[in-house]
T-cell receptor
């Protein structure tokens, strides 16, 4: 079975440019999570969706970040405009929400570098 | 206070040693707990879920102590390939809270 799919795997962009990260969750999973990981701050939850609806976006750093989930099989995280401090690895993860425990599975991540 | 806390280590142990990690959580209503393994420049991968009665998977044993609000991971007969960062996670509602990870290096 395919796991969580993310694209691109690497992104290098200049400050001020728009960046769009993409995620396809595991089929049948109805919760989707976007995380950011850096050496300094570890793994931070940015936003999560349940049944395509954003439930908690309190981790989104600021208005430059936005996320959408137009359907059950696709989500995007957009940064506009990007800044060097946004450089990090961005992970998407998915889980189901029926029948504990809700095990969460991560995609391979997008390594973002903003110069 | 963070919802989930771990000793970052690093833990450097010889091959064949037994090593244990603990992880504390602050929300007593947390429903489920997990251990993840993360290799350098890779995504976290689910190692095992932690059940109330404790569970074992080969050389790995996970325990949950609800009274003291911690989970533990024991690795027996450690291998070089066990070198990684181990993250614990607690589920509350639909949200997962991760620790910052404990770094393990197994030395030949």
């Amino acid at each position: 079975d395919a796991g969580v799919i993310q694209s691109p795997r690497h992104e290098v962009t200049e400050m001020g440019q728009e960046v769009t990260l993409r995620c396809k969750p595991i089929s049948g999973h109805n919760s989707l999570f976007w995380y950011r990981q850096t050496m300094m701050r570890g793994l931070e939850l940015l936003i999560y969706f349940n049944n395509n609806v954003p439930i908690d976006d309190s981790g989104m750093p600021e208005d430059r970040f936005s996320a959408k989930m137009p359907n059950a099989s696709f989500s995007t995280l957009k940064i506009q405009p990007s800044e060097p401090r946004d450089s990090a690895v961005y992970f998407c993860a998915s889980s189901r929400t029926s029948g504990l425990p809700y095990e969460q599975y991560f995609g391979p991540g997008t390594r973002l570098t903003v110069t | 206070r963070k919802e989930v806390e771990q000793d970052p280590g690093p833990f450097n142990v010889p091959e064949g040693a037994t090593v244990a990690f603990n992880c504390t959580y602050s929300n007593s209503a947390s429903q489920s707990f997990f251990w993840y393994r993360q290799d350098c420049r890779k995504e976290p991968k689910l190692l095992m879920s932690v059940y109330s009665s404790g569970n074992e998977d080969g050389r790995f044993t996970a325990q949950l102590n609800r009274a003291s609000q911690y989970i533990s991971l024991l690795i027996r007969d450690s291998k070089l390939s066990d070198s990684a960062t181990y993250l614990c996670a607690a589920l509350f509602g639909n949200q997962f809270y991760f620790g910052t990870g404990t770094s393990l290096t197994v030395i030949p």
